[in-house]
């Protein structure tokens, strides 16, 4: 995973709220079976229709999303999480993030910033008067500034150090193997096991 | 200091420890006891174990299926679609490679990955169990800790049969009461939803408690879990009890002889301590209880079907106020209309959520003898082959059949829409599935989440219809009731 300490780029303004993952990207482009290449079924549904943010300049080339509470709601694709990534966005904004996607971004090194829905507000404002307006996302001071609105934002010391250090969560779970070698010696007997099978 | 039981399952999980403490706190890296696999949320996982050259740690831990993608038409063809079938070609792939049992399409055992898990046995109470797919809160049903995932910790399964996860909020469902007659455990979850929000549950692993739920055949309580995702919940799950022991008995690998009583024993430890704290309580009356039904564009957006499409105006927060107006704009409503006089054009009854026996002769129970309204498409879906086999045992197909309405092989089929089962633009579905998403069903389609007897209902009337609202009204539409 790429490490994030800080970004700034172009912020896009996304008025609602229960962004569910179906809008993110919608279930018809979950057949392929690699992890990259999803940038054109981002909000695909939601991008036919010409006046979605997306297809305005200079919103098309933003990179941070701004959206409003309950973002990423509903299944739990990680697809979601790479078609942000691969139209660009490297990190989203919202007062409120669904745990699955919140989850899923922390190990694709998209940073889910969680701010009070009145800086939301604020920096919506900023970027609907001044397209194009940048904002800076900064993982070491856990701060977003837009225009003259500086504001605080939560994510938890977990993920922050992983993302700061770009982690892989694999390989610092087999550091401790010899705890799992040790608890798998503890599980009763009578847990099933899905092999050999047994039918009915 | 005194438990819940979800704590209670965590805390025999726990492989090592986080470092820290409040704030600062590691994640806990907890066991995973049993690893769903499906073909949509695996192929990148497997990828990046053969990437990174690592083996699957418990093949004898995992379980695999197909069902997102597969046809409920015309199975014993090889699949139209080219990408769906590249999917599920991979999934062969991969469980040959990597040692996993696969229940294929055709297959007696195969069907959806959360009717399979309790249908074979394998998913048993105090258990961790995880899957791709958000809706394996379903497990919980049999007190296990049941949680969907993401693909990156899929691969972190496979690898390590562990994950790593943040401590969670404990919010009891207090849901006391008898339901009345026509109202299930489906009307229970959307009431809850509609209550606590699709947010609400954010954080929390939720136990629903009470009488009502006591009351609740292990299939109901499946129902009920099947949609705490939907409140945002990380996890939801029922204490194991009597009913939850005579649904296990006898599966294929539930434990046997000596190894079902030492199970037993621990199973019956198995519930919140009388003196445990719950971080939140929220209350719910079932003796008043009415059918739900959704309006809106999210699972929160329901109300009784009894009542009319609310306005934009009735909500306080703006951002409420702003969703409703969007949601009855794609929904072709009027704020005012009664739901019931809301027509339909397709009943599905099928999904994770309600395609299990129970549900099926609930709502075959509704339709027995009635016609279908004649501009309504009737989509039956089991949720598993095996389900689909019994029913036809029971002569359930030839009542839906009887019926008008379409029998098909077992699947995810028209939830989500990744094979053909799909709505037309504009077309309006009642629903027995969970997620009423904008275009979830199928692009620019209309969902009306619902339960199985309120499905049936509607598709004799044409309209969304109470199982009440028949004449002649039902002799009993009694749904997931424990005989226990």
Known sequence: MEKFSTHTGIGVPLRQSNVDTDQIIPAVYLKRITRTGFEDALFAAWRKDPAFILNQEPFNAGSVLVAGPDFGTGSSREHAVWALKDYGFKTVLSSRFADIFRGNSGKQGLLAAELAQDDIELIWKVLENAPGTEVTVDLVSKTVTCGNVVAPFEIDDYTRWRLLEGLDDIGLTLQHEEDITAYEATRPAFKPKTLPARLS | ?484
């Open chain 2, 1 to 484: 200091m005194a438990k819940t039981l979800a704590e209670k399952v965590w805390d025999a999980h726990v492989v090592r420890k986080g470092d820290g403490e409040g704030a600062n706190a590691q994640p806990d890296l907890l066991y995973i006891d049993l690893h769903l696999v499906h073909e949509v949320t695996s192929p990148q996982a497997f990828e990046g174990l053969r990437l990174a050259g690592r083996k699957l740690r418990r093949p004898d831990l995992t379980i695999a299926t197909e069902d997102h993608n597969t046809p409920t038409l015309d199975i014993d063809k090889p699949i139209a679609d080219l990408t769906s079938r590249t999917q599920i070609q991979t999934l062969r792939n991969n469980c040959a490679e990597f040692g996993v049992r696969l229940h294929s399409l055709g297959d007696a055992e195969q069907g959806i990955v959360h009717v399979v898990g309790p249908q074979l046995g394998l998913t048993q109470p105090g258990m961790t169990v995880v899957c791709g797919d958000s809706h394996t809160s379903t497990h919980g049903a049999f007190g296990a800790l049941a949680m969907g995932i993401g693909t990156s910790e899929v691969e972190h399964v496979m690898a390590t049969q562990t994950l790593s996860l943040k401590p969670f909020k404990t919010m009891a469902i207090n849901v006391e009461g008898t339901l009345r007659p026509g109202v299930s455990a489906k009307d229970i979850i959307l009431a809850v939803i509609a209550k606590i929000g699709t947010g609400g549950g954010q954080g929390y692993v939720l136990e629903y408690r009470g009488s009502a739920i006591r009351a609740l055949s292990m299939e109901a309580r499946m129902t009920i879990c099947n949609m705490s995702i939907e409140a945002g919940a990380r996890a939801g799950l029922v204490a194991p009890d009597q009913t939850t022991y005579d649904y296990m008995y006898g599966r294929p690998h539930a434990p046997q002889g000596a190894e079902w009583d030492a199970a037993v024993e621990y199973w019956n430890t198995l519930r919140s301590e009388d003196d445990a704290t719950f971080d939140v309580e929220v209350d719910l009356d079932a003796d008043t209880l009415e059918p739900f039904v959704t309006w809106g564009t999210n699972p929160g957006q329901g109300v009784s079907l009894s009542s009319k499409v609310p306005s934009p105006e009735d909500f306080g927060d703006e951002n409420a106020k702003a969703a409703a107006e969007r949601a009855l704009q794609y929904m072709g409503l009027e704020a005012g209309t009664p739901m019931k006089e809301i027509r339909v054009d397709t009943v599905f009854l099928g999904s994770c959520t309600n395609s299990r026996m129970e549900d099926l002769r609930a709502a075959a129970d509704i339709i027995r003898g009635r016609t279908k309204d004649p501009n309504i498409r009737m989509l039956v879906v089991p949720g598993s082959a095996r389900v689909r086999l019994e029913a036809e045992a029971e002569g359930l197909d030839r009542v839906f059949k009887d019926f008008g309405a379409e029998w098909r092989f077992a699947g995810c089929s028209m939830c989500l829409g990744m094979n053909p089962d799909q709505l037309e633009p504009g077309e309006r579905c009642a629903s027995t599935s969970n997620r009423n998403f904008e275009g979830r069903q199928g692009k620019g389609g209309r969902t009306h989440l619902v339960s199985p007897v309120v499905a049936a209902a509607t598709a004799v009337r044409g309209t969304l219809s109470s199982p009440s609202d028949l004449d002649p009204a039902p002799e009993s539409a009694a749904v997931g009731i424990s005989a226990a």
